[in-house]
């Protein structure tokens, strides 16, 4: 005998019936008399069974939801590795909290703010901006007079919940590094140099606000910067001065100077002062009208022969002046001398003929030069590649495979190509103006009134779109969790709203889009906008 909750098997019969009866039992007998079959019935299913079974589907389910959220677990903590990942973008953006600037930006149409942003610790930071417009313009010079806006202090905001972690007071005149405009730039410590012309000081920040100072103790003619790495850069001319020059209404005399001072650079720790490296930028002949003075403080037609200018990035440093141009990296190696083109400038024999130094992620740089040429490099100048074209593709998401570096075509700069390890090209697109975003299947590209999603192993166009909504607006800047792509979209004429338009990047198609009144950055997985009144998170 069988156990009493084995099942036997399940035997479907189809019997005809018509009427509202059909399905009601009339017993063993037809309905002459005689003896009929009974309609068949599916066996009875015991209770442990059926809870059994219930227990199996909840099961299941549980078990790919609990997939699921681990995968997008996952997938949100790469995302936050990435200065253009965010854990979520599923739903359309909208404000969460504000932090209010110390001096809010003035209104108009004619003013640029200049606001420096980096992350640290998963911390937003923001040090002073300023802004220039112009209606600030010297007539009499020229020269632009900025004016602080943003924060006083350097101010420390965490992106989730928009609490300011700390404040740094800073003194006068501070210019501090490194930083960027879109949040890409992480650091350990900030160092910023500020105090009179005559008194500069080196003020280092960590990471949790912490702060130590010392005197730059400055010689005549030297200036301090911040530099990469917890570094101040000093920079001062040697040798003999060069020889006079003047300009007149842009007519300078003479036109080209061919001797000048050279620069020595010194990269020293920021804390302490101890010297970490030091570099000698040789005076090359340069055409006087680049050496006119750039601020307040001189007259009209004026040349500055000793003009001497650093600017940081996360892992180098560009030091610029009359007759002086050179990339070094946090090692104090030349960058720009890889991509130096063995012939000179076209029409000036004399003049030389420098590279474009882009970071590329750390200790690794694009060094680009004419004839279209890239070499890819590492902080100590060691060549690691060599590519026909331009570097495209700085938007990359962090789930994305590496096997593909993707260039400018070379004929004419537009298109590119997709270009694999050993050199050969796996794919070209020669409709497209730039790559927004390389995607770990999907490459979406920028051809104009349209954006198409390109398969990453073949480039194949897998879907496009365009919307006539985007009259006067640009395409500034893209953020990805993975599964979608948000374009960035402001206004060409830099006033009103601008605008966030998420697409599915399987199918391009558009998921949301939200309203924007400065510009999008993402920190630590979430998006925060820098307006012209202060920062705001988007969730």
Known sequence: MSRPDQQEPIVFELVEHNGPDAGTDHGDADQDGSPGRRAPRLPRVPRRTWLVAVAAVAVVVVGVTAVDLVRDHRRAEVMRTSPIGVASLDDPLAKAWTVPFDVAAPGGDQTFVDQQLLTMDGLLVVPPGTTRGFAQVDVSTGATKPARVGFEDVVAVDPGSGEVAWRVPLGENPVCGPSGYDASVSADELVCVQGPADAREVLTVAADGGTRTRAADLADGEQTFPGPDGTAVRVVRTGSAAEEAVCDLGVCTPSVLTEGRDVLVTAEDAATGAERWTSTLEFEPVEVINCQPLGDGFEQGSVDADRVTVLTGAESVTVDGCGISGVLSVRGVRLDLAGESDADVAGDPGLSSHAWVNELGPDLFAVESDPMRTVVVDGAGKVLRTLDGWMQGGNVSPDAPDDLWFVTARSGGYGFEAVREDGSVAWKDMNSQRVLLVGRDVVVADRGSRVVGLARDTGE???????????????????????????????????????????????????????????????????????????????
């Open 461 to 539: 166009q897998v879907w496009s779109w365009e919307s006539g909504d985007m009259a006067g607006m640009a395409r500034y800047r893209v953020l990805t969790d993975g599964e979608t792509v948000v374009l960035e979209h402001m206004r060409q004429e830099g006033t009103g709203a601008g605008l966030l338009v998420a697409l599915d990047l399987g199918t391009g198609e558009q998921v949301w889009d939200a309203p924007l009144a400065g510009s999008a950055v993402a920190v630590d997985g979430h998006v925060v906008e820098v307006g012209p009144e202060g920062l705001a998170g988007l969730g």
